[in-house]
């Protein structure tokens, strides 16, 4: 709007609560802990920590690993070969993405846990009581594996795809081979989306909480869990959430690091013609397994183990009703959600975009908290905050609705600025110069036109509160079940035909949206 | 004398330590159209942006319509102003059709209804005020832009860049149509452009700015043939300048002796100024010019002649003067008229009074 101009007061003063707000559940964490002086170090220095540090550690870093391997093969031969059927493995191989982790861990359970569909299979002609445990690293391993490994193929694929492939062709004509080609032209092009992507996954890793709590592997988020649950030691737990945070943060920062150094440019502004295709000759097969391979553990296995537990669920008259109380709790909540978060992210949003200033930029990236900060920390401080100074809010669904706006802010922040950017400011200026106020224009100029991007952020605030499982889990009020935390709780009790339904409702309700992205984004 | 409808006194604005207007004043009457021309980056959309109230000077008042809008301790917001503002880019509600973007400005207790078809038929877009921005043409968007802004009659009418987006050869014909439009509806108006040729055509006065400075602000003609400085000079019209020596009267160059009109103080070094059509040039083996450059433009030549002392000037030629380049040519002026002369600080000195 006007470079020089104050903004509106119900507009800062709007952002400006946001941003309190999200500072709110972090500010009380560092409270809490920093009151306990020695104490704290003293607890957190015990071997068990540092325990807890080395698994969370080796579970990050051997999910991006495998992940790296899984999608990197993928991504060239979808993307560069004559790879049969490119375009299906291509989309085949994304869509474990719309599998939250609980339910990989109930997947991963009901296949190969203690009365699973394996030990069951092979009980009855060979009397097998007993499997290797899958309980600890393998299975939660294998269950973060399954939905993580997306977050770096996707880039890959945009990275992959968006190559000019004039440059490899002057590589060739320079003299240098395919595969030298491929380490000295292409590799280092592809640097930025790998990196994007090991993070994201690293991230990922190191805030889940659904799959490493069914397949008790002691990571922070289910050892603060655990200290919660048993102990209700506020000290510790409040002291493991805050190495979490710093872990967290550091990755952020990372990624915020790389992504300001990787500006790779094509050399003209579009590629006038499609890439010569790879052809694979005798490899094809062996390509044709791989993709086939990863397509059946990431998705055929976990549908078809749902679908075996689903079948098994509604033969034993599973309780259909009681599910759909459940999904209309999930969608009420995640509309609340979606909602309050939408109106906070537009007032901070139009405050960095029109008024830019040192404040309006601070309260934006304040926003950005939420990223960083793992679901379960975010509950565990409120749970603190409400049973201390908010027993009013305690147990209701306004902690629970605030706590999905701190966590999924960063979300709607950035769809209503990115919609916000493209509509230009003379736009604005043009109606105040024929006589509104700057907050009529905002009502009759500036809201109508962004809002797709509102829609679309409060439409991903909606699915991804449908998803969340800690904080749902620790801030529900006594009673309110949603989809989430039914599956989770079946789950854990090895009820699986009860755990079945929830979890194809939830993801056939999530990857609806999720399927027009990609078919979109093709 | 009219009323005045703008004036900007002693207006500064900077941007950080970037200074965008550096002390303009101007005065417009009513019903006049003001052309502030020059170069990208000289403050003269800024000076419109202060004018409308999307910023704030640092220094001096900007009145319209006879009230203070801007001063010490003075600042009216944009929508109490009675500006009217046609973007570059127009600036369309996309989400509104026509006669609702037309409509956007009028009050409540006017006939909406009224006034909408008055401003299509105004702007002659009778028939298209269901039509959304997208469907209409540059041209359309324009008029519709044009409209928006009249409609609510405002004090002055702010255009910025209006023809820019257009392709060149329609660019001639809508700027006549807009010419018409606002001569019709009376309209005061104050408008940036970097095309000479738009501002001589459109301004009743034209205000040529450099680097935050209003340098002269007059009608076409008078800066046309008194420029204020050598960069006015160039910016309307072509200049070419050389060196000369006052010496008893006289203007001493390496084309000849041209006469002063008024005092110049004795052995003082001008630049003067020389226009192509008044540079007349002659083949002559012994002459002291070099033809370096020749340019075809329809009925004429323009060459460009490269003088001893290395200055170059241009001379505009009928288009039977046809010479090679590296021709030797002799260069003449006519000696009554009336020159023009800088000095080095570039004040201007003499020229028709």
Redesign the interface.
């Known amino acids: 709007m006007m470079r020089h101009a104050r903004p509106p007061a119900v507009l800062w003063l709007s952002a400006t609560l946001t941003a309190i707000g999200v500072l709110l559940p972090l500010a009380y964490l560092v409270l809490r802990a920093s009151g306990a002086g020695m104490e704290l170090w003293s607890l957190l220095f015990r071997t068990r920590t540092l325990d807890i540090l080395g698994r969370t550690l080796i579970l990050v870093i051997a999910v991006i690993g495998i992940s790296l391997a899984i999608s990197l093969p993928l991504a060239w031969l979808t993307q560069r070969t004559d790879l049969p059927l490119r375009r299906m493995w291509s989309i085949l191989t994304v869509l474990p993405l719309v599998i939250p982790s609980y339910v990989a861990g109930f997947v991963i359970v009901a296949a190969l846990g203690p009365r699973g569909i394996l030990q069951q299979a092979l009980a009855g002609p060979f009397g097998v009581e007993r499997l290797p445990d899958i309980y600890g690293f393998p299975g939660a391993f294998l269950a973060v594996t399954l939905v993580a490994y997306p977050y770096i193929l996707l880039p890959l694929q945009a990275s992959i795809r968006g190559l000019d492939p004039r440059i490899e062709e002057v590589a060739r004509s320079l003299g240098h081979g395919r595969w030298d080609t491929f380490r000295r032209v292409v590799l280092p092009q592809l640097r930025p989306a790998m990196a994007a992507g090991v993070l994201l996954v690293g991230l990922y890793t190191l805030r889940d909480f659904g799959a490493v709590s069914l397949l008790r592997y002691e990571t922070f988020t289910w050892a603060i869990y655990l200290q919660y649950q048993t102990s209700f030691d506020r000290i510790l737990a409040a002291g493991l959430s805050l190495v979490l945070v710093f872990m967290a943060l550091a990755i952020l920062f990372l990624e915020f690091h790389t992504r300001g150094k990787s500006h790779y440019h094509r050399t003209a502004a579009s590629v006038s013609r499609s890439p010569a295709y790879v052809k694979l000759g005798r490899w094809q097969w062996p390509a044709l397994g791989f993709c086939a391979l990863v397509v059946l553990v990431a998705l055929v296995m976990p549908v078809s183990i749902l679908s075996y537990w689903l079948v098994r669920g509604f033969s034993g008259g599973g309780a259909l009703w009681q599910t759909t109380g459940y999904a209309l709790n999930s969608a009420y909540v995640s509309g609340l959600a979606a909602v309050v978060t939408a109106i906070a992210a537009i007032s901070v949003a139009v405050l960095d975009v029109r008024y830019p200033s040192l404040f309006s930029r601070l309260l934006e990236r304040i926003t950005y908290i939420g990223f960083a900060l793992p679901g379960i920390v975010i509950a565990l401080a409120l749970v603190f905050f409400g049973a201390n100074y908010a027993t009013l809010v305690y147990q209701t669904l306004a902690l629970l609705v605030f706590a999905y706006a701190v966590l999924f802010l960063p979300q709607a922040v950035g769809s209503v600025r990115s919609s916000l950017l493209q509509v230009s400011p003379r736009l604005e200026e043009a109606a105040r110069s024929l006589g509104r106020t700057p907050l009529q224009v905002l009502a009759a100029v500036t809201l109508p036109l962004v809002r797709p991007g509102i829609l679309a952020g409060a439409g991903l605030v909606f699915l991804t509160t449908m998803k969340e499982l800690p904080a749902t889990l620790l801030l529900s009020p006594i009673g309110f079940k949603t989809l989430a935390t039914s599956i989770w709780s079946a789950t854990s009790e090895g009820s699986f035909a009860r755990a079945a339904f929830p979890a194809v409702l939830l993801i056939l309700l999530s990857s609806v949206p999720m399927a027009f992205l990609i078919v979109r984004g093709g | 004398m009219n009323k005045i409808a703008v004036r900007c006194s002693g207006v500064t604005k900077s941007?950080g330590r970037t200074l965008a207007i550096q002390g303009v004043s101007l005065e417009l009457e009513e019903g006049k159209f003001l052309a502030l021309l020059g170069p990208s980056g000289c403050g003269k959309t800024t000076l419109l942006r202060l004018i409308?109230?999307?910023?704030?000077p640092d220094k001096g008042t900007i009145e319209i319509g006879g009230s203070t809008v801007s001063g010490p301790g003075v600042f009216i917001?944009?929508?109490?102003?009675r500006?009217?503002?046609v973007?570059?880019?127009y600036?369309l509600?996309?989400?509104m059709d026509v006669s609702r973007n037309i409509a956007?400005?009028l009050?409540k207790d006017v006939d909406r209804k009224k006034r909408v078809e008055e401003m299509l038929s105004l702007v002659g877009l009778k028939g298209l005020q269901s039509r959304i921005p997208h469907e209409l043409s540059g041209g359309e968007q324009q008029r519709v832009?044009l409209a928006?802004?009249m409609a609510?009659g405002?004090a002055v009418l702010?255009l910025d860049e209006p023809f820019s987006n257009l392709d060149a050869d329609l660019r001639i014909r809508i700027r006549a149509e807009v010419k018409g439009i606002l001569t019709c509806a009376g309209a005061t108006v104050v408008f940036v452009t970097h095309d000479q040729q738009e501002a001589l055509f459109m301004g009743d006065l034209v205000g040529v700015m450099n680097r935050g400075r209003i340098e002269q602000i007059d009608t076409p003609q008078a800066i046309f043939e008194r420029p204020a400085t050598p960069f006015v000079a160039k910016s309307i019209g072509t200049a070419d300048f050389i060196t000369g020596t006052v010496e008893n009267g006289l203007v001493t160059t390496e084309i000849g002796n041209l006469p002063v009109q008024e005092q110049l103080s004795l052995g003082e070094t001008v630049s003067v100024m020389l226009r192509p059509k008044l540079v007349y040039i002659l083949p002559d083996s012994k002459g002291i010019g070099i033809i370096t450059e020749r340019v075809f433009q329809g009925s004429h030549y323009l060459y460009r002649i490269q003088l001893p002392s290395g200055a170059t000037v241009r001379s505009l030629q009928d288009r039977n003067c046809s010479y090679p380049v590296d021709t030797r040519v002799a260069i003449e002026t006519n000696l009554d008229h009336n020159f023009v002369y800088f000095q080095e600080n570039c004040e201007s000195r003499g020229g028709p009074s």
Do not use: T, W, Y
């Open positions: 941007f409308a109230g999307f910023e704030v917001p944009p929508e109490n102003r500006v009217g503002i973007f570059q880019d600036a509600f996309p989400h956007f400005g009050s832009a928006r802004a609510p405002p702010l």
